[in-house]
C-alpha cells in the first residue's frame, strides 16, 4: 500500500503515525516544507521517500509531486495529513487522483460550520441554534429569538480562534467595528455547559472500533480569548447518551477509515446534548496520547493497522482517568514544577513544554496524570494549577 503522508514532520506527533504505518506494511511517501536532512532520525527510517517543497500552500507543487511519487511508486492508495489545515488540500488531491477517502463532495461540509448544522439536523442530537453571513441587522433579529448572550464564530476554522461571547448590545457594536472584513462569521446561540467528546477510529466499513470521552468542564473560548491555563480529562468510558449522539452523527456524515473528533456540549440546564462541531483527525491538546494512557493501548498502531488492513485491536472500557494540566508562562503558580514531579510522580505519565503555535490554546507547559478515579485527577490538576494571590 502506497500512502503520502503530507507534512509529515509537523505536528511533532505526526512521527509516530509515519512509524507505524511502516510498521504495519505500508510504503510511506513523505512531502514535507523540511529539509530531509532536518527530519528526526526515526521519521527518515519510516519515510521510503521524500520530497521537500517550498511551500505546503502551493497546490501546483504538490500536485507535481504526488505525481511524481505515481510515477515511481505506481497507483497511490491513501493521502493523509490528519491536520485540519490541509482537510481541503487533502480532497483536492484525493480528487484529481482518484485516492480513497474524503473528496470535495464532502470536505466543505465538514470545515464549514453552517454546513455542518444541516447534518446535525438529521441526528439523534439537538441543534443549537444559530444564523450565518451575519451583520448587525441579521444579528440583532437573531438576538431577539434567542436572547444574550450569543456566540459568534467564523464559519470555516477550527478551535476558538475570533470567537467571541456577546453579553449586551454594546459588545456586538464593537464585534462589528473591529471584525476582519474577509472573515465569514456565524452566530450561535448561547448553552451554558460543558464540552464532551467523542474521539476514535471508524473503519472502511462504517464500524467504531475505538471510542473514548473527553470531558473539558472550563471554557475554551475563554481559555483563548484570556490566555488563561487549560484543562480536561479523558474518562474510563464513554456515556451512553454521547456514543448514541456521536454514531448518529458518523452516520449522517458517513465518514469512514478516519480519527475523528466529535465536540458536543452538555447542558448544565436540563442535561441534552447538543451538537457543536465534527472533526475528520484525531483530537488534538494531547488528546490522542490520553487515550492511550487511559486504555493502555497504542492509537498510533490501530490507526495504522486500521489503514492498512482494516482492523483494531482495542478495550471497550479504559482502565484509568486521564488528566491534562498545562501552565502558561505569565502566570504565577503556588506550587514549583519540581514539586509537581516530586509529589505526584507515581500518576505522571508526560509532561513537556508546548510548540509555541499551539500554546494560546494549550499552554505553554503541560502535565498528564492518570489514577483510578476522577476525583484524584482533580485534585492533581487542582494543585498543577493553584495561582498565587495578590
Not at 503530507?6 to 509515519?18: A, D, G, I, L, R
Not at 494549550?362 to 476525583?375: C, I, K
Amino acid at each position: 500500500m502506497n500512502i503520502i503522508f503530507f507534512s509529515p514532520h509537523f505536528p511533532q506527533n505526526s512521527t509516530y503515525f509515519c512509524i507505524n504505518l511502516k510498521n504495519s506494511g505500508a510504503n510511506v511517501l513523505g512531502i514535507g516544507d523540511t529539509a530531509y536532512e532536518a527530519l528526526g532520525d526515526k521519521l527518515k527510517e519510516a519515510l521510503t521517500d521524500y520530497i521537500q517543497i517550498r511551500n505546503l500552500e502551493d497546490y501546483d507543487e504538490v500536485l507535481k509531486s504526488v505525481g511524481y511519487f505515481t510515477h515511481k511508486f505506481g497507483k497511490i492508495d491513501r493521502f493523509e495529513s490528519l491536520n485540519d489545515h490541509w482537510l481541503e488540500l487533502e480532497a483536492k488531491i484525493r480528487t484529481d487522483f482518484n485516492i480513497f477517502g474524503t473528496k470535495l463532495d464532502l470536505v466543505y461540509d465538514v470545515i464549514h460550520k453552517s454546513k455542518m448544522k444541516k447534518f446535525f439536523e438529521k441526528c439523534d442530537v439537538s441543534t443549537i441554534r444559530s444564523v450565518k453571513d451575519i451583520n448587525i441587522t441579521k444579528s440583532l433579529n437573531f438576538i431577539k429569538t434567542v436572547g444574550y448572550p450569543i456566540v459568534i464564530k467564523p464559519d470555516l476554522g477550527a478551535g476558538a480562534s475570533m470567537t467571541s461571547k456577546i453579553n449586551n448590545e454594546r459588545e456586538l457594536d464593537q464585534f462589528f467595528e473591529h471584525k476582519p472584513a474577509e472573515v465569514n462569521f456565524i452566530a450561535e446561540e448561547f448553552i451554558d455547559g460543558n464540552v464532551l467528546t467523542y474521539d476514535g477510529l471508524i473503519d472502511r466499513d462504517g464500524v467504531v472500533r475505538l471510542a473514548a470521552t473527553h470531558l473539558f468542564d472550563q471554557s475554551i473560548m475563554k481559555v483563548v480569548n484570556t490566555n488563561d491555563h487549560l484543562h480536561y480529562y479523558c474518562l474510563k468510558e464513554v456515556p451512553t447518551k454521547v456514543s448514541i449522539a456521536g454514531q448518529s452523527i458518523l452516520r449522517a456524515f458517513d465518514i469512514k477509515e478516519r480519527f475523528f473528533h466529535i465536540e458536543l456540549f452538555e447542558s448544565k440546564k436540563n442535561g441534552n446534548l447538543y451538537a457543536l462541531e465534527v472533526n475528520m483527525r484525531p483530537p488534538g491538546a494531547w488528546m490522542p496520547d490520553a487515550i492511550n494512557f487511559t486504555y493502555d493501548i497504542d492509537v498510533y498502531k490501530e490507526w495504522a493497522n486500521m489503514v492498512v488492513h482494516n482492523h483494531v485491536d482495542t478495550p471497550k472500557k479504559g482502565k484509568y482517568f486521564t488528566a491534562y494540566a498545562s501552565r502558561k508562562d505569565h502566570k504565577h503558580y503556588v506550587h514549583s514544577h519540581e514539586d509537581i514531579l516530586s509529589i505526584f510522580s507515581p500518576y505522571l505519565v508526560n509532561h513537556n513544554r508546548i510548540e509555541d503555535v499551539f500554546s494560546q490554546a494549550m499552554g505553554n507547559y503541560a502535565f498528564q496524570f492518570r489514577a483510578d478515579t476522577l476525583e484524584k485527577v482533580q485534585s492533581i490538576v487542582s494543585y498543577v494549577q493553584e495561582e498565587m494571590r495578590n
